[in-house]
């Protein structure tokens, strides 16, 4: 299995700008799960779905950023317009949910630098 | 607040020796997790301890838990060089198991020199 895909590795953007982050889930595993991390902060979860379904979306922290799952297959995590504040890692990754004591699968994570 | 924090925050030790990291939750767990990251990579799960365990072990790895503290401990024994990253543990968020949803603390930051 190749694991959890995350693109594009690297994004460069203005202030401003759109950006799209795009995950594939490994393939069986039911739920996905967006994160980002930061030097201040941490790791912080922003929203994670189950069965394509958004369960919590508390972590994300403005109505900048928006998450789809159209599919089992493919995630998006938006943020428009991007702000400097928003420069972090974001992290991909998923799971078999079946109740309790998963283990979740991390992509490699898309660096996110906005000007 | 965070659910999971892991003390000390950095570890600096020598190849061979041992390496201790704890982890300190606030709530109620149905299991708790460590997992390792290291520079400019994701998250790699290594242990899951449930909450009925006290004691387990992996390879190089043990990890104990103590639910009545709410602490766990993750021992990396005859460190090696390649040892050098990150360590989280992450635990389910109420106890329950029921959304796959975890928390992770802010990592202990480990450099083991050859």
């Known amino acids: 299995d190749a694991g959890v895909i995350q693109s594009p590795r690297h994004e460069v953007t203005e202030m401003g700008q759109e950006v799209t982050l795009r995950c594939k889930p490994i393939s069986g595993h039911n739920s996905l799960f967006w994160y980002r991390q930061t030097m201040m902060r941490g790791l912080e979860l922003l929203i994670y779905f189950n069965n394509n379904v958004p369960i919590d979306d508390s972590g994300m922290p403005e109505d900048r950023f928006s998450a789809k799952m159209p599919n089992a297959s493919f995630s998006t995590l938006k943020i428009q317009p991007s702000e400097p504040r928003d420069s972090a890692v974001y992290f991909c990754?998923?799971?078999?949910?079946?109740?309790?004591?998963?283990?979740?699968?991390f992509g490699p994570g898309t660096r996110l630098l906005v000007l | 607040s965070q659910q999971g924090e892991e003390d000390p925050q950095a570890l600096s030790i020598q190849e061979g020796e041992n390496a201790t990291m704890n982890c300190s939750y606030k709530?109620?767990?149905?299991?708790l997790q460590w997992y390792r990251q290291n520079s400019g990579r994701g998250l790699v799960h290594l242990i899951l301890i449930r909450s009925n365990e006290r004691e387990k072990h992996s390879g190089r790895l043990r990890v104990t838990l103590d639910t009545s503290k709410k602490s766990s401990s993750l021992l990396i024994t005859a460190s090696r060089a390649a040892d050098t990253a990150s360590y989280f543990c992450?635990?389910?968020?109420?106890?329950?198991?029921?959304?796959?949803?975890?928390?992770f603390g802010q990592g202990t930051t480990l450099q083991v020199k050859p």
């Open positions: 992450a635990t389910d968020v109420d106890g329950s198991g029921n959304t796959g949803k975890l928390i």
């Open positions: 990754a998923s799971s078999y949910f079946t109740g309790g004591q998963e283990t979740q699968y």
């Open positions: 709530t109620s767990i149905n299991n």
